[in-house]
């Protein structure tokens, strides 16, 4: 039997330049559909059972974060269900993916992928609670349905929590986040969930991208925008995803926000928060920092030690979701980072960092959330 590379299914990219034998299997990562951006991939090997299979990624020298690839160990699966990694080595031009499959079809992904129709079932399955609205915001450049779920009660005196995710539709880790927060939130049996829903109202955007996440792109929608740089001045042509969340935040109002994210080079679960603003406060900062603090208690894949570091302001800034959102609302928004790689706290050489453990910390963070929804005057 013969090998055979393909790419045609949700979320599926990568650029065939030689595949006839499976110890010298060479592969070009393929752009983002609509921008020169290229990291992603996810693939389908067929015809290489129990064959030493060689596989080279010839241009993720000149990917997007080169340094993504510096002790990054690629990700496998037989069923799509569980995953695993595999030897992978990077000279600083070639990324080398070393496997012998032990079945006939096998994927190979740059993260545990998370389906559309997965995304589709979160949604149906949230909306079985009476404690859930779905709610429609209009469709993406596509046409794809842009969803939001309402989750608990509004009323005047409660505080109204905003979780958006995948932005950058490439960091699968934000929505696996997600559903993990949604399981436990809708969970009667959970005391911080319970709580929660007495106190606060969630808005959860699960996928802010659902065109780039079905394209197989991994920071852009389908007109080409990056997303989290469109908060200032954003248009239904080009970032519709954008424009009508923001609408709705304008709507409702915003008390809280966390903008969930994946980071391709830090090993860390770690938060970016707003104080480059010029008008960014004490009791902001407080906040913040409170946020962290209890963050760190209720999980300790989450540190404060390595992250992006202090940013000046910039014309950019305001384009950004987290500080737009403090600026506009004068409210707690964080960008919340999950890594690619692993957790350097704590590693898993079996699976790394991945989907069951980005879900398990989007569990814990009610505990961090519910904390700041409680000092919030």
Not at 80 to 108: C, K
Not at 169 to 196: C, I, K, N
Not at 270 to 279: D, K, Q, R
Request: charged share 20%.
């Amino acid at each position: 039997m013969s090998i055979k590379i393909s790419s045609q299914f949700d979320a599926g990219a990568i650029d065939i330049v030689n595949a006839t034998s499976a110890n010298a299997i060479d592969l070009n990562i393929r752009k983002d559909s609509h921008a020169d951006i290229t990291q992603w991939f996810y693939f389908r090997l067929q015809g290489a059972q129990a064959q030493p299979c060689t596989i080279r990624l010839l241009n993720a020298g000149q990917s997007a974060y080169p340094k993504g690839w510096e002790d990054y160990n690629a990700m496998a699966s037989y069923d799509r269900i569980n995953w695993f990694r595999v030897p992978t080595s990077f000279d600083g031009q070639v990324l080398t993916i070393e496997h012998i499959p032990a079945m006939d079809s096998v994927y190979y992904a740059y993260f545990e992928p998370y389906s559309w129709e997965r995304h589709l079932e979160l949604l149906d399955r949230a909306q079985l609670s009476e404690q859930v609205r779905m709610v429609d915001l209009g469709s993406t450049v596509d046409g794809r349905d842009l969803n939001m779920l309402i989750i608990g009660e509004p009323s005047p005196a409660k505080k109204k929590v905003w979780v958006i995710a995948r932005q950058h539709p490439g960091e699968t880790m934000a929505e696996w986040f997600v559903e993990g927060m949604l399981d436990a939130l809708l969970d009667p049996a959970h005391p911080f969930g319970r709580q929660l829903l007495k106190e606060s109202v969630f808005y959860v955007v699960p996928n802010m991208n659902p065109d780039g996440s079905v394209r197989g792109n991994l920071r852009t929608n389908a007109a080409g925008a990056n997303l989290n740089r469109e908060w200032l001045n954003p248009t239904m042509e080009r970032s519709p995803e954008v424009f009508l969340v923001k609408q709705k935040m304008h709507e409702v109002g915003v008390d809280m926000c966390l903008d969930v994210h994946g980071d391709e080079g830090l090993p860390y679960v770690f938060i970016a928060g707003s104080e480059s603003l010029p008008n960014f406060t004490a009791e902001q900062a407080a906040a913040q920092k409170a946020f962290s603090d209890a963050f760190m208690v209720a999980s300790p894949d989450f540190q404060d030690v390595h992250g992006y570091g202090e940013t000046p302001y910039s014309e950019e800034t305001l384009t950004m979701g987290s500080p737009h959102i403090t600026h506009a609302f004068g409210c707690l928004s964080l960008t919340l980072e999950l890594p690619f790689k692993d957790n350097a706290n704590d590693p898993d050489p079996q699976v790394g960092w991945d989907g069951a453990r980005s879900a398990r910390l989007g569990a814990s963070v009610l505990q961090p959330v519910l904390q700041a929804v409680r000092a919030i005057k």
